[in-house]
């Protein structure tokens, strides 16, 4: 028998509880882990107080990702006692994610542990600085540079945010936040950003075409800030698009597009291929100041996360929250 949160729908209505499982009771996976640490992310948020239908069998344990100890390898590719992260595929949806002591999934999922990481560490940087990674990777590919000026940062007191804006930062990048959350400048300013915008001026409907100041953009929020960061951004300037915080819609032009020759990059941090997870996990582990990791992560048990994933849906928690699932 083992820990974990329970999703289940059923004559009970939609419910989230701390329940023993048993092993027998784990899906089909050719590796199954001993759960060290997981996170609480807004797909867990959505999963757990139902407020999205993110879920698609159940009973469910939400997660989608964690870091852990092999117990059991049917695989070549991993042995007893491998430290490894899993981030997506569809788990805490389709298949019993990390909220639990223990795991079992493909191994085709996982990846070793950088060796410059501790278990807890990777998950304070989890799916949400994994996710910023794969923008940066994207905007760097793009051939972006620092001295090509300003870099917008939407969402900013999210986990996403909180580590583009860091990593940005790091990188020698210029980085603009905007927040919804103003009481919260002195944190992000904290994290590297050089300047603190209200997302009001970003989210309501603007012209198809706005002045230019962006050089780049990191967004997890989409809909209105979304299409006013597209108008916003500098001729041959980029966009990576990660997340929906404000709504699925897009409501822009092509004119940044077909006027101004910006691209945008839509970013898929779920089934991104094994060899671009380590790359990204490479960069992470050589980026990330572990100061800035306590700054931007806080530890609850795993019976807090229910309560928790209300407060991440009511907007009322920054950063990461990193779930001990032993405790």
């Not at 797909?43 to 344990?61: C, N």
């Not at 569809?90 to 410059?116: F, M, N, T, Y």
Request: hydrophobic share 45%; charged share 20%; net charge neutral.
């Amino acid at each position: 028998m083992f820990k974990a949160i329970l999703v289940n729908k059923d004559e009970q209505g939609y419910r989230a509880e701390l329940s023993q499982a048993e092993e027998a009771s784990l899906p089909e996976g050719d590796v199954t882990v001993k759960v060290l640490y997981s996170t609480l992310n807004y797909k867990d948020g959505l999963a757990i107080t139902g407020k999205g239908p993110v879920v698609r069998s159940f009973p469910m344990v939400p997660g989608i990702d964690f870091a852990g100890e092999v117990l059991e390898s049917k695989s070549s590719d991993f042995k007893v006692g491998d430290m490894v992260i899993l981030n997506g595929w569809g788990v805490g949806e389709g298949h019993w994610g990390g909220l639990a002591q223990v795991a079992r999934v493909k191994s085709e999922w996982l990846i070793p542990l950088p060796k410059d990481l501790t278990p807890k560490q990777a998950m304070a940087i989890g799916t949400a600085g994994y996710t910023a990674m794969l923008c940066i990777m994207a905007l760097q590919k793009h051939g972006l540079k620092p001295n090509d000026g300003e870099v917008l940062v939407t969402g900013a007191a999210g986990g996403v945010g909180s580590f583009a804006i860091a990593l940005l930062s790091k990188l020698g990048f210029k980085v603009v936040a905007s927040t919804g959350r103003m009481a919260e400048a002195d944190y992000l300013k904290k994290l590297g950003a050089t300047e603190v915008i209200d997302r009001a001026t970003l989210s309501v409907q603007g012209k198809p075409l706005a002045k230019e100041r962006w050089a780049a953009v990191v967004d997890s929020v989409g809909s209105h800030t979304l299409a006013n960061a597209c108008a916003q951004t500098k001729s041959d300037g980029a966009v990576a698009a990660c997340g929906l915080a404000q709504g699925m819609d897009l409501p822009a032009s092509v004119a940044p597009f077909i006027l101004r020759g910006i691209t945008l990059y839509g970013i898929n941090s779920v089934t991104v291929p094994r060899a671009k997870r380590i790359a990204a996990y490479e960069q992470l582990s050589q980026l990330v100041d572990l100061n800035t990791l306590e700054e931007i992560s806080h530890e609850i048990t795993l019976e807090e996360a229910i309560p928790a994933a209300a407060q991440l849906m009511a907007g009322d928690l920054r950063g990461r929250v990193v779930v001990d699932v032993n405790r």
